[in-house]
């Protein structure tokens, strides 16, 4: 089963502009991490965030976490064609759930040279 | 090497076959999972093991499905009577510790295991 969602499912940009990504979820969590894909490649992990944070950066990278809506949000700024890639949520539960990493869909950015 | 390795890369088989898809993990690392991927979807959780021993199986899809990890280091995903439905790129990740084991929880993968069942 997939806990996160992420939103927009696709996103297509010109390079230099930000790209804005959500992602909700359904339960109590400890942490939310971010992972990039590129075509046919494993995942990479990019940012965590624990439960007890509500902002994070890392270099070009910015992530919101709003427990009480229980959504998160991952900002790119000045993208660039490298970028293109898909994104993914994924929630570590603290509620006793399976002890991997839930994810989500994934957004498929696009960034436009 | 220093990242996370999966053989083979690619794998082809007929229905009704039987696969093993193998992955080695990072040196050190305690923690193994393995996730199965469908086109357009996230990684799906199959298996955790915390050292030699299967510490979560809850989402491997049902018994035809099998994997090992005797040594606490490489793991076998084993797959029997393979059918058209388990089509998939088998992804294997790793982590110093492990989620349980107090760990961020962050996740290495590998470059996954694509298989195509005919």
């Known amino acids: 089963s997939q806990q996160g969602e992420e939103d927009p499912q696709a996103l297509s940009i010109q390079e230099g502009e930000n790209a804005t990504m959500n992602c909700s979820y359904k339960?109590?969590?400890?942490?939310l991490q971010w992972y990039r894909q590129n075509s046919g490649r494993g995942l990479v992990h990019l940012i965590l965030?624990?439960?007890?944070?509500r902002e994070k950066h890392s270099g070009r990278l910015r992530v919101t976490l709003d427990t009480s809506k229980k959504s998160s949000s991952l900002l790119i700024t000045a993208s660039r064609a490298a970028d293109t890639a898909s994104y993914f949520c994924?929630?570590?539960?603290?509620?006793?759930?399976?002890?991997?990493?839930?994810f989500g869909k994934g957004t498929h950015l696009i960034i436009q040279p | 090497g220093a990242g996370v390795s999966q053989t083979p890369s690619n794998k082809v088989t007929e229905k009704g076959k039987y696969v093993e898809l193998r992955c080695d993990p990072i040196?050190?690392?305690?923690?193994l999972y393995w996730y199965r991927q469908s086109l357009g979807q996230g990684p799906e959780f199959l298996i955790y093991?915390?050292?030699?021993?299967?510490?979560?199986d809850s989402g491997l899809p049902n018994d035809r499905f099998f994997a090992v990890r005797p040594e606490g280091s490489v793991s076998t995903l084993k797959i029997q009577r393979t059918e058209r439905g388990d089509s998939a790129v088998y992804l294997c990740?790793?982590?110093?510790?492990?989620?349980?084991?107090?760990?961020?929880?962050?996740?290495?993968f590998g470059e996954g295991s694509r298989l195509t069942v005919l």
């Open positions: 990740a790793s982590s110093p510790t492990g989620l349980a084991g107090g760990g961020t929880g962050e996740l290495f």
């Open positions: 040196s050190g690392h305690t923690a």
């Open positions: 339960t109590s969590i400890n942490n």
């Open positions: 093991f915390q050292g030699t021993g299967a510490a979560d």
């Open positions: 994924a929630t570590n539960d603290s509620g006793g759930g399976a002890d991997g990493l839930t």
């Open positions: 965030i624990r439960s007890n944070e």
